[in-house]
């Protein structure tokens, strides 16, 4: 009875019922997005982070003893270094790659730190509260456990190499363990934690190569000083120039040398006679790796998002445009295909935008390695002008030694920073030209930008005739040709013209205004990632931070590592030590001239005595002549001259009559100094 009254109660309407709808309108539903869950892998990382920290603990401990141990039974040994000197960044002679790949290594855990759930690998689900503070202790953890690496390559010992190999083996091992076990990661993107540490994996298997290449080859003694890198490179300064050579580089050269000209200056191609400093090969190396993680960072954090957009667009796209007055088509399908389209265009506009971006930064990287050996080069020979705005002295400071330090770690976050927006610029660049001209074409509809170049066209073409008309007349009616120069004529008419064109020259300063802003600014862009050139003018260089890091790193790294001082302390210490090559040379060559003639034999005393004098002074002669910058480093320079007041180089007057009598009493030390120390040898 009651189920009756019921039925013939009338319903309510309600409005906020729908059930009707979704019954009528019933659509196959699709399947849920996949879940990435946190991935365990099989090797813990705890307990392996926890294993490697010990073992390196153990290594550099047994490393510590073994080097103590060679120290006590060999005595002193030039260019011998201990565990607390992980590399001699000054010294070009060395092998570079373990030392590269390390850093590379570092920067790699630097860039996933940024956005790991876990930045310290002892701790799991961290909160969020401490994170950051996690993040900070991570960047003080990493060159503590890959330090052990350093340590193994620069000691130069059989047992460094074979300890290196160990370390280098257990962190591929186990990182190819885990990327296998966890090839998918909730981070941003499924895999980026493998693509981001592919470079970790390239790094730990060059070391795996070269730790026992390096054992095979033994410790290499022929380092820093006792190499022949700088010998070779003063002969090359000391060596006569061809004059065929002379007279092809004052010819002119054709259209086609000077074309290849321009491409060959952004390739850099190693010489035997110049050794790129380690400082410089280590920022170059980071800066590449920098490019790969920051272009992986840009493809991951907008391409996924793009492809879910365009996944879900449907019917209701055509609603939403018609509420912002856009129609595109009467069909709905057809607007759901058009902004599909369009939205695939935007993904191919912003990849071709990074690519382009990747593809100036490596440009500009090649271009820097080039500008920095000659800016090496153009120091060594002191041409100060070629880097510095004014007179600089060359030698370390502390601004200078602080920005050599930091020089590695600033070119890396520059790079970062300019490819980002480097791609930004790009990006807008590429749709304007897609959007507003090839679309257009193509459609032919949409022509906004052809419409308003057509009704502005006779203020272009009066632009362009005006512009055009200035040339010629200043070409063939303003300037004439009298006995090989050239001087203004009919003057009246060139006034009358400058009158007349004011106004028109006004609105073409206008255009080229705009112009100049345009070109400044995607000059400083494409130039954003490089620290070698200065982004203002020369005059205001100094407040460049990047430029002022980079010429102040070069004061270091030229003012310490200088190959023609090199080569010659290198000479010196030869002298010095007992059994030295060179010493034994000098001595059997000086023994040979003075054996066999009477009358030699009766004046060699004298001439024993002013032969080291002679060829001390001639050495000393030639040396500053072609390094002016080392005059600074006199003795008698320092002490009568302030750096501030000093260019480099130049000394007063007034020094000249101290500098003479102080060589004279250097050169007069000399002789008994070299005689004595060839009695301790005899």
């Known amino acids: 009875m009651n189920h009756s009254e019921a039925e013939s109660e009338p319903s309510e309407y309600s409005y906020y019922d729908y059930s009707d709808w979704y019954s009528n309108n019933a659509e196959p539903t699709e399947p849920p997005k996949e879940v990435i869950l946190p991935c365990d892998p099989t090797a813990d990382n705890r307990i392996f982070h926890a294993c490697m920290l010990s073992l390196s603990l153990v290594v550099v401990l047994i490393l510590a003893v073994l080097t103590r141990k060679h120290k006590f039974c060999h005595g002193f040994a030039r260019g011998s270094s201990s565990i607390f000197s992980p590399a001699n960044f000054l010294d070009q002679t060395q092998s570079k790659g373990p030392i590269v790949a390390v850093f590379g290594l570092l920067f790699s855990k630097l860039s996933m730190l940024v956005i790991a759930p876990d930045p310290l690998p002892f701790s799991k689900d961290t909160p969020g509260d401490v994170k950051e503070y996690m993040k900070i202790l991570a960047i003080f953890y990493y060159p503590v456990l890959y330090y052990p690496l350093l340590v193994c390559c620069t000691l130069q010992r059989r047992a460094g190499y074979v300890f290196g190999t160990l370390l280098s083996f257990g962190h591929l091992a186990v990182q190819l363990w885990q990327a296998f076990d966890c090839p998918k990661t909730p981070e941003i ?40 890198y700088y010998t070779n490179y003063v002969k090359l300064l000391l060596k006569k120039k061809s004059s065929t050579a002379s007279s092809s580089t004052t010819d002119k050269s054709t259209l086609a040398e000077r074309i290849l000209e321009v491409p060959k200056s952004y390739i850099y191609i190693p010489e035997k006679v110049f050794r790129f400093p380690l400082k410089l090969a280590v920022s170059a190396f980071v800066a590449l790796v920098a490019m790969y993680h920051t272009a992986l960072l840009l493809v991951v954090l907008v391409v996924p998002t793009l492809h879910i957009v365009r996944a879900g667009i449907d019917e209701n796209i055509a609603f939403l445009l018609l509420g912002f007055g856009v129609v595109l088509s009467d069909d709905r399908m057809e607007v759901v295909e058009i902004v599909t389209f369009y939205t695939w265009l935007l993904e191919v506009c912003y990849l071709c935008a990074m690519t382009l971006s990747c593809l100036v930064s490596l440009v500009m990287l090649t271009r820097s390695m080039v500008l920095h050996r000659s800016n090496l080069r153009g120091l060594y020979k002191g041409d100060v002008y070629s880097v510095y705005s004014s007179q600089k002295t060359i030698r370390p400071s502390a601004p200078g030694v602080v920005c050599w330090m930091g020089l590695t770690g600033y070119q890396a976050a520059i790079v970062c920073v300019g490819m980002a927006i480097q791609t930004v610029v790009f990006f807008i660049c590429f749709l304007f030209l897609v959007f507003l001209i090839i679309i257009p074409i193509f ?93 203002l003018h020369r005059t205001a260089e100094a407040y460049d931070p990047a430029y002022r890091y980079y010429a102040h790193s070069l004061k270091v790294e030229v003012s310490q590592s200088h190959p023609v001082m090199k080569a010659f302390c290198g000479l010196l210490l030869d002298l010095m030590v007992e059994g030295g090559r060179a010493g034994q040379k000098i001595r059997d060559a000086e023994e040979a001239c003075s054996s066999t003639p009477p009358r030699v034999q009766e004046t060699g005393p004298k001439k024993e005595t002013s032969r080291p004098r002679v060829r001390a002074r001639w050495q000393l002669l030639y040396t500053l002549v072609n390094n002016p910058s080392l005059l600074g480093s006199r003795k008698h320079f320092q002490t009568q001259q302030t750096p501030e007041t000093v260019p480099n180089g130049a000394p007063t007057c007034g020094s000249k009559k101290g500098g003479e009598e102080e060589e004279e009493e250097e050169a007069a030390k000399a002789p008994a100094e070299t005689s004595t120390n060839q009695d301790k040898t005899d």
Request: hydrophobic share 55%.
């Open 189 to 228: 993107y499924a895999y980026y934690a493998l693509l981001a540490g592919l470079p970790q994996l390239a790094c730990f298997a060059f070391l795996c190569v070269q730790f026992p290449l390096l054992f095979v080859k033994g410790p290499n003694a022929d380092e820093d000083l006792d190499s022949s």
């Open 443 to 535: 459609y032919g509809r949409n022509l906004f930008a052809f419409t308003i170049a057509g009704k502005a066209w006779p203020g272009w073409v009066t632009l362009t005739l005006v512009t055009v008309l200035q040339h010629v007349t200043a070409k063939f009616a303003f300037i004439k040709k009298e006995a090989g120069t050239r001087d203004l004529t009919n003057r009246e008419s060139l006034f009358l013209l400058t009158y007349l064109l004011f106004l028109v020259n006004t609105v073409v300063g206008l255009i080229v205004a705009i112009w100049r802003m345009v070109i400044t600014a995607l000059y400083n862009i494409v130039h954003l990632g490089r620290v070698d050139i200065s982004l």
